[in-house]
């Protein structure tokens, strides 16, 4: 699957999720919403069964944060700086293409983690979920880069972001967005409590922290 299929499958996500109505855009986990353009109640529920390795690399983001670009970064970072043979060198656009389609942890059916054990490299993936929704081989064997951005350019992503895939009504104000937002009732919860949770682990020597904000100041 190439990034032009990949393109294809999220259009026609896009198109079946305005002919939905609004309640049917999103469903409720364990006490949180996720939009079902993306997500499926049977991935969330057999997400204990992914296996990390030693060598995988986890981006956790609350959306909006600035996830695509960094994992762009990392994907560039681990194409260029991996000590492979010129011939390995010269797939590394091919590996990029293949990680891009199973990046998301939580994206597509479950037996995307079926994909990802296959991938016969170090795997970087993304995630949006809050730490006690991760595997928990993840915390065992992976390194976590965990990023963050401030809450005000978070909100206004996220209100634009969700107006634009028709999560959220069209007649909704920024005056709703944000009190929904405050009070965690938006896709994937309170940013507030993601980040709470987050804390927890700022003395784990596999997890790293880093803001949106920082690294733009240095790119």
Known sequence: MDHQEVSKILDEALEENEKKVLS?????YDGVLYPTMICSL??????????????DI???AYPKTGSSWVYQILMQLEVVSGKYEEDEQKQG???????????????A???????MEKLPYRRVIKTHLAPRRLPRSLFE??????????????TVSSFHFYKGIKLISDQETWDEYFEAFISGKVAYG???DYIIEW????DNSHIFFITYEEIKEVS
């Open 190 to 192: 309170s940013y507030f």
């Open 58 to 60: 986890i981006l956790a």
């Open 141 to 154: 064997k992976a390194k976590i880069l965990v990023l963050l951005r401030n809450p005000k350019d978070t």
């Open 24 to 28: 049917e855009r999103t469903f409720m």
């Open 42 to 55: 049977e991935t969330l529920k057999s997400i204990h069964t992914f296996r990390a390795r030693e060598d």
């Open 93 to 107: 656009q091919q590996r990029l293409k293949e990680l891009s389609t199973f990046s998301f942890l939580e994206f």
């Open 109 to 115: 059916e479950p037996r995307n983690f079926e994909r």
């Open 199 to 202: 804390n927890k682990y700022l």
